[in-house]
């Protein structure tokens, strides 16, 4: 299990899918808990890029991977 998401990064649905879009991702990551109906679009762009889909157990686990202290549907982690 990762202990957090190293480089750059991006989180939340917003700004995951504008990083979708602009191809900039190397990976994203959704929360196994987060509503499907908010997160469905971004795993049917995301397969359709070819991305890497990780999934983690929660939204609060997936927000401590990102360093942040509220939980959070969705991340990327970014090209270089």
């Not at 998401?5 to 939340?12: F, M, N, P, R």
């Amino acid at each position: 299990m990762l202990n957090k998401l190293e480089g750059k990064k991006v989180v939340g649905i917003k700004q995951t899918q504008k990083a979708i879009i602009n191809m900039r991702c190397e990976a994203v990551y959704i929360a196994e808990d987060a509503e499907a109906k908010l997160i469905e679009p971004l795993v049917k762009l995301a397969k359709e890029r070819s991305l890497e889909l990780v999934y983690i157990d929660t939204m609060k686990s997936l927000g401590k991977l990102c360093g942040i202290d509220v939980g959070a549907a969705v991340a990327a982690t970014l090209k270089l």
